[in-house]
């Protein structure tokens, strides 16, 4: 992007590559100030295209050295170079162009093309990376078949890794060593890949269903190396789980792994070396917490699934980023929801949906999971399009069935295999194998915002007849003020007094702006549970009484509703308590309240995760989106209240449970462990809110004694919003603990930029001076930064605008290295309108000293010029 220009790309402007690639081959000469990338493609020109229509490749940030097209070195007026790019003139219907650029990955701080990493060469090409190599049409519906010959010092990276199959290696009289890879299979430039470095690995195999033998390995520096093996475990679930549930095999005869500790996003799936974040690979049970384990497992996951929901098959273009990424992540949900806790997977997945995606779908950045344009792709790779974009598959499979939606799949394949297209592809694949009408579906592909859908139910006693009404609507989003009625699917059930189901679950399709259906033979007034196992992305209102929402905590069949039950109650509560708070009365909660919480808590018949997040209120970030205009601060003291007084109230159940699941014994990461861990310290967190210097130091207990860095976060946890000395004294022994280990240092950071204590934004500045911090590196900028922004509404949005402005400095700053981080950690200020004025004013402000900035990034630029709109 020029400077100070932005411009927006338009899916209406797609045109078709006038040029495609037979093949091409790269020569890597890494060197320790610059490296030299040789690149050798071979052009064909499609059929029907003018034959003077120039070649157009994308390129920036290169040093062009020589330029040959069939053997002939071209001269000035052959071709024309930008910012962006290279076009060559008039060449032949068949061609091959040599090119060769000088890049300097040791100054790249980007993390994007070819940068270092830890002393290692590493790459990371999707979305655009590619072209910040070498010229090329960096575009997903150019495929080809890539060759990669690496050169480098033998001693400093004796590893020299790429895509597909290694061809030929050996060494060379300067003290440099080189490999050459092939991969067989057609790709987009954006899943290219390059490591080369001093690493080790772990080695395991796999035996495809059809028999194949798989080598598997995952690179690390060594002393990560005993911290691999749940990665290694994982894949091998991955792999076996994607042949049960789709028919699905490996194609290559190796998959490798990389763990490297800077790295923008979480994980890359390039075919055959994916490369990883580190915090995604490495676990141990002194290191990695249940969580840990669980998104380790869930993201080798993901990006294995990519071998064929975006490999195989990839995108036309990048406005249909959500039908490799939805689809995935849609995958790598039903991956997890077999292998563990169906309902607690759900209930995690619709709770972050809810806390990200909703307000995302509220703000100025509301997108489409298809977006019609965008500035900067790299701000599109957003909540919306990956986990809408999975409640948007899901919604099929919730309508067609899991085996028409696997009809759908396998049809998928069959046309698509080694092509690059569009969403509408897979909508028309899942028609097509169901001969089903899918038309109105398109809608959730083109319309941004949450539907909202309210309903209503009449029953007549006399005919008992049960009737429910539902209207949809959808607020106005940036790409249009009305909205076409979308096709949702909303599963439903009966309960009658009892508890029992009257007809079992059954999925309404609504269709229309308003829609009635009647139920026959209901023979008393039944309480309807609604949107069963959230069977749609919407927000669904229906006038429950509080007693209604009681019941169904105790009876729906359907897991996800009892939670959704219980969140629904303490929303109301909450909200009455605000108003509450806001007119300066007295408040204090209902019996009935409390007792519904003492229910769960003991309860023993219930699963024990479950009654953990039942157990967990609305985070302050759930109450913003609704209570508004919001007010940090009120919303902290209220949710704060509610604890508070719950765990006064049910001190002696608390203590009782909290004890009877200490455990002793190995760790282990299975779901019946978790639940148990999970539970205790949900116990330990209400606890922690009375203020009692024996609970203090049970807390400081937990934390010496933990034979695992799950109860040993939950506890530092609880602390470190606590001021007493047991509070120093455990921050203080994790840090000596710790300090070797970078990673582990980063849970470290992010607890203490969440604390509720009253000098969190002095502690945060005070850690950024600490030697471990980095702001060249992103789990540190996550960790200690992000955390504060997006994890700590109470001191972000302190009234006196501070932690607006520590922010800002933080974006200005971080945007100079790496626009992609900066682009994220300025989005906390996006919603700026839903807040009370004061702050409002405030946040404004500070976009606005953001947007004045000289030399602002296009990735920050789109953000804050969208918020400002
Ligand atoms: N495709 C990656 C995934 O599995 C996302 C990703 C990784 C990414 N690194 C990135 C996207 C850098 C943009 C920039 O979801
Ligand atoms: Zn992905």
Redesign the pocket.
Known sequence: MKEGQPTTIYLQDYAAPAYRVDAVSLVFELGEASTRVTSVANYRREPGVAADTPLELYGEALELLEVRLNGLPLSETDYSISDTGMSVHNVSALCTLEIVTRIYPQKNTSL?GLYQTSGNFCT?C??Q?FRKITYYPDRPDVMTVFTTQILADKQKYPVLLSNGNLTGSGDLPDGRHWARWEDPFHKPAYLFALVAGNLQHVEDHYTTLSGRDVTLRIYTEAHNIDKCDHAMQSLKRAMSWDEQRFGLEYDLDIYMVVAVDD???????NKGLNVFNSKLVFASPATATDMDYVNIEA?IG??YF?NWT?NRVTCRDWFQLSL??GL?VFRDQEFTSDLHSRPVKRIEDVRALRTFQFAEDASPMAHPIRPASYMEI?NF?TVTV?EKGAEVVRMYQTLLGRDGFRKGMDLYFERHDGQAVATENFLAAMADANEADLSQFQRWYDQAGTPQVAVRMDYDAAAQRCTLHFSQSCPATPEADNKLPFLIPVAIGLLDGKGQDLIGTQVLRLTDTEQSFTFDKVPEQPVPSLLRDFSAPVKLNFPYAEADLVFLMKHDSDAFNRWDAGQRLAMQTILTLLAAHQQQEAFGLEHDFISAYQAILTDDALDRALRAAALQLPSEADIAEVARPSDPEAIHAVREFIYTTLAKALRLDLERLYAELHEEGEYSPDATSIGRRSLKNVCLAYLGRIQDDGIHEACLQQYLAAGNMTDAMAALAVLSSIECPQREQALQHFHDRWQHDSLVMDKWFALQATSSLPDTLQQVQALMQHKLFDMRNPNKVRALVGSFAMRNPLHFHAQDGSGYAFLTERVLELDAMNP?IASRMVRPLMNWRQYEPVRSALMKAQLERIQAHSGLSGDVNEIVSKSLV
């Not at 790295?263 to 799936?269: D, P, Q, R, V």
Request: a negative charge; proline letters at 0%; zero cysteines.
């Open positions: 994007e990371q999707e979305a990376g790295f923008n996003m979480g994980a890359m799936e993201v993901h990006e990519h975006g490799k990424e995935t790299n790779y990956y992609q």
